[in-house]
């Protein structure tokens, strides 16, 4: 029962307008809100309009034990009220009563489904709790409830129903007719971010954020964009900006150390993690990537136990059980294989928890020397990523043909003497899984180098001049660089200069840009920085496509899941490079990985050379050193070289068919047949 009303001595039409003044008061300032409903419940002390806005104005300013026990029996007394409903709950969340604090927040949304603030609470309590799947329907149904035009909200009912096409159909068709509605970009750009297209969603975020720089939701969806395509410094911007306004907000604060990551602050990174995982303990999500950061600096068993504690909370979290394999020193247990193979086949796994599980059965199966049952593993978890990739062989072989097309002697020979005349940048390019994070760490124990990453400036800088869709496919990229003026070569590279500044903290004259897919750009790289150093790490096309084919890379590289695609990249790849040889003789240094296992001191004299660096100890024993590592060989290079796995491949030999027919020539001359040293 409803407390008893004691009679008002205001009149309803005072009382009514007094209610209305303190209300306004609350978000901007409680204290004023709380003297004002002061005198209301002087004349009516059991109003339930002036108790609900007086524990309302005690939680805002702090005191929500004291609204906690006014709201308690307005709850009670009040079930069907979503405001009152939402201040209980809000009041036992800050007093850690997560389980009540959920119950009234559900009858708060149950009882009006557009009161965003009862959502994005619900959302963050379910978070907490470990919930992922219920925090995201919760923070999705808060972004529909903030709506302010309903004509979006039948769009965003299609998109919580997972109806993508329709709903950015329906978009599209809004935007048409109202190009600059905010809400419409907002909700576009994270269509287009959810299905992987982070350039287009970068774009219509930052339309969106020159017409509104206050949304912050519109803030947070551009900041991701930009990281998920490497541009951090950009990003770390607009996530600063964001924890300016929100300093604990578990999502900015994850996003910050996602990118502080991109840069190499590592140490900042391990410090939000602790942080994180000691609030929400439960949340698998934070275990994760705290894991990932601790494999990066080398801490590899605190990394194996983030990485559990992550698959506590969620048993079947597929990535989770494929980091642990991908660590290449985690041997799985019988039963954990089972629980493996159980996971994957439950119809309601997600396709990325599916692919994962696989990769993880495909290392586990190897590792016991079950190599026909390993490859339909990988090959499952391959098939998988293939069909939520738009790769296309064709556009890359025929990206290859007109760069060499147009990169002939007379086009260098016409603009020798361009380009910025640093000596600085060293160049590490191939394929992934070749040896190139070996050679980059060897480098990096040189007291004169500095090893960054793998950087994205360069196919940033493509992408640039590609026009504003990045064209490599009609014509802009790389054929506008013969229209180019001389002086532009050297802005473009000063320009990479500047942007590759945030990865060097130490101070060291010249530093490593590990990015295996720049063989594609080598063109641009002589033409911008022609006083740099390039080295191509290669290694047998059957040895280093399979890695590649068994490896789930984080991003990019979409190439790697099908055999014939990548023995269609590799041999495109040494037929470019061949090219390379021949028009610009001794500008590249080749490293055959297998001759670096057979004789080590000798191939690390060769490469120092080639750099112009005195010869140091240091180099010889690359694996002390204790330098962040963050792609996937970082276990591999912390140990001494290996024989291990220059054969490892044969096990497969009989799976491997389609990638010896798609290689073609290149399976016999894939060493190359030009000396590239100078």
């Known amino acids: 029962m409803p407390p008893p009303h004691r009679p008002s001595t205001l009149a309803p039409a005072a009382l009514a307008s007094a209610v209305q003044r303190a209300a306004a008061l609350l978000a901007t300032d409680p204290a004023a809100a709380e003297r004002e409903i002061g005198p209301v419940l002087k004349a009516a ?26 709201l308690e029996p307005l709850a009670r007394a009040y079930p069907r009220a979503a405001n009152t409903q939402y201040e209980f709950g809000a009041a036992l969340a800050d007093l850690g009563e997560d389980r009540l604090a959920l119950s009234a927040l559900q009858r708060a949304v149950a009882a009006n489904a557009d ?6 609470l619900l959302g963050d309590l379910l978070f907490r709790a470990g919930d992922v799947a219920g925090a995201e329907r919760a923070f999705a149904a808060h972004d529909r409830a903030t709506l302010r035009d309903p004509r979006l909200k039948p769009i965003a009912d299609a998109l919580i129903r997972g109806q993508s096409d329709e709903a950015e159909q329906a978009l599209r068709r809004f935007l048409t007719s109202a190009p600059n509605h905010v809400e419409g970009l907002r909700m576009l750009g994270e269509l287009c971010a959810r299905q992987g297209r982070h350039g287009d969603a970068e774009v219509l975020f930052e339309h969106a954020l020159t017409l509104d720089p206050s949304d912050d939701g519109v803030r947070f969806g551009y900041a991701a964009a930009l990281f998920r395509q490497q541009k951090a410094a950009p990003a770390l911007e607009q996530v600063q900006a964001l924890l300016g306004r929100k300093p604990a907000d578990p999502a900015y604060r994850n996003l910050l150390a996602a990118c502080l990551g991109l840069v190499g602050e590592n140490e900042r990174v391990l410090e939000i993690y602790q942080d994180l995982s000691a609030r929400y303990p439960r949340q698998p999500g934070i275990w994760l990537n705290f894991g990932h950061a601790l494999r990066t600096v080398g801490q590899r068993d605190e990394a194996v136990a983030a990485y559990r504690a992550c698959l506590a909370l969620a048993p079947d979290n597929g990535e989770a059980y494929w980091s642990l394999a991908n660590l290449k020193v985690v041997t799985f247990s019988p039963e954990e294989e089972a629980a493996m193979a159980a996971a994957a086949t439950r119809p309601e796994l997600s396709e990325d928890d599916r692919l994962h599980l696989h990769y993880a059965l495909g290392k586990a199966l190897e590792d016991r020397k079950a190599y026909a049952d390993s490859f339909k593993n990988y090959a499952e978890g391959a098939r998988i990523r293939r069909g939520q990739t738009a790769y296309d062989p064709e556009q890359t072989s025929a990206f290859t043909q007109r760069s060499k097309a147009l990169f002939t002697p007379e086009f260098f020979a016409r603009r020798a003497g361009a380009g910025s005349a640093s000596k600085a940048p ?16 060897i480098l990096a124990s040189h007291s004169q180098v500095e090893g960054t990453m793998e950087l994205p400036e360069i196919g940033l800088l493509a992408r640039r001049l590609g026009g504003a869709q990045g064209d490599t496919v009609n014509g802009l990229y790389p054929e506008g660089l013969a229209d180019l003026e001389t002086g532009a070569f050297e802005a473009l590279g000063e320009d990479y200069l500047a942007a590759t500044r945030i990865y060097r903290k130490l101070g060291r004259p010249r530093f490593i840009d590990k990015m295996p897919n720049n063989f594609q750009h080598l063109g641009l790289i002589h033409l911008i920085l022609p006083e740099a150093k390039i080295i191509d790490a290669r290694r047998n096309p059957f040895a280093s496509c399979f890695s590649a084919f068994k490896q789930h890379f984080n991003q990019g590289q979409t190439f790697s899941y099908d055999l014939t695609d990548l023995g269609r990249y590799y041999a495109d790849y040494v037929d470019l490079m061949d090219h ?22 000798k191939e690390i004299r060769r490469l120092l050379a080639y750099c112009a660096l005195p010869f140091e100890e240091a180099c010889l024993h690359f694996h002390d050193n204790a330098r962040a590592v963050r792609t996937v060989s970082s276990e591999q290079v912390r140990r001494p070289i290996f024989r291990d796995g220059l054969d490892q491949w044969r096990n497969y030999a009989p799976s491997l068919g389609a990638l010896g027919a798609a290689l073609g020539d290149a399976a016999r001359t894939w060493r190359g047949s030009v000396e590239t040293d100078r």
């Open 45 to 70: 002390p059991a109003d339930p309009r002036g108790l609900l806005i007086l524990a309302s104005a005690q939680r805002r300013q702090g005191r929500s034990k004291q609204a906690r026990r006014l």
């Open 115 to 120: 009161l965003s603030e009862a959502w994005r």
């Open 426 to 441: 060293i160049f590490i390019v191939g394929l992934p899984r070749a040896g190139s994070t070996l050679i980059e760490q």
């Open 580 to 601: 390379v040889d021949r028009v610009l003789p001794g500008r590249v240094h080749r490293v055959i990985y297998e001759d670096m296992v057979e004789d080590t001191e």
